[in-house]
């Protein structure tokens, strides 16, 4: 029987969720990863009810699902504690369908991983696109080990995507989006608390427990690109959140000074022309990398990963079956990288005056019920992927 074979360039979240996907549907699939293992850089992941929705679609959203940890209330705050809006689990589960999971970028790489062969995936393998290929042949990617042909590429290698670049050499790329971000998973505080994310004057902090029993805490603060501490980045927590309400400075007690990561985020504030070109598809932060202000890195590439697999047909020439990709993707992305950016101005205004009329804002809004937070995800959260069509399975 004729193989059709898809080489899948990074081992990301979408990568192995494309990877997942094409194998499901009936490709031969073979994941490059240029790391020498997979060690996911990061600490902790949201998974909302969209992208539990896509990972259904592959089998795995069950098992998602069974990781959520937040039950009760929670919502946003002031650094000295005060609620500015309030939510709960049951009013994302009523809203969306499921609340927001949150579990280690690690742990969703070994649910991802061991729903493929053996094999399928090989790290300390770097690889590039030499020919995108088009209808008429397929398309080439270059490794140390030789050229490979296949009928479907996935680009999938990260915000610094060297496919994105041979594909749209001429497009602006990154910009950086003038905050840097930090990110512990630490032990529960003794106390309890409610999962929170509390903004102050260009400065964010949330506290989100997982389904280990410990805690994901994450960081924003407005600052130079390139900046780091003088003396270490745990210290440099301290100066900025120490004098904040709890759990905070427990948080920051209990963290090892090496073990904070720091990251500057960049975005794609300028859309490419198309998410495809020849055979060569991108998804996630390759094809929209986006500010993390709505959590939905992560969220997005999972999705395009299922909608990949759903118009990746062998029967149909590529022309066709990535251009309807990127018509499925390409408006949706563009909308949601333009709300966290906006989002992210919201969030990180320094101004007295400027911070003192959100929080008033939000506070008055936040009166008329418990869906403010909620609100703001409506046309996100609340995605269902394509409809399988019934087809034959690829051999």
Known sequence: MEQHRAVVIGAGIGGLTAAVALHRSGWDVTVLERAAALTPVGAGIGLAPNAQRALDVIGLGDRVRALSAWQGDGGMRAPDGRWLARTSAQAAADRFGGPLVLLHRATLVEILTAALPDGVVRTGAPATVADPGDDARPAVVRTPDGDVEAELVVGADGIHSAVRGALFPGHPGLRYSGFTTWRVVVPAPDRPFAPHETWGRGRLWGTQPLKDGRIYAYAMAAAPEGAHAPDDERAELHRLFGDWHHPVPEILAAVAPDAVLRHDVHHLPDPLPAFHHGRVALLGDAAHAMQPTLGQGGNQAIEDAVVLAHHARPDLPPSRALAAYTADRLPRTTAI???????????????????????????????????????????????????????????
Do not use: C, Q
């Open 337 to 395: 990288v333009r709300k966290a950016a906006r989002t992210g101005r919201l969030t990180l205004v320094s101004a007295r005056p400027a911070v003192a009329v959100r929080d008033a804002l939000i506070t008055a809004v936040s009166r008329f019920g418990p869906g403010l937070v909620l609100r703001g995800f409506d046309g996100i959260a609340d995605w269902r992927p394509p409809l399988a069509e019934k087809r034959p399975r690829v051999s």
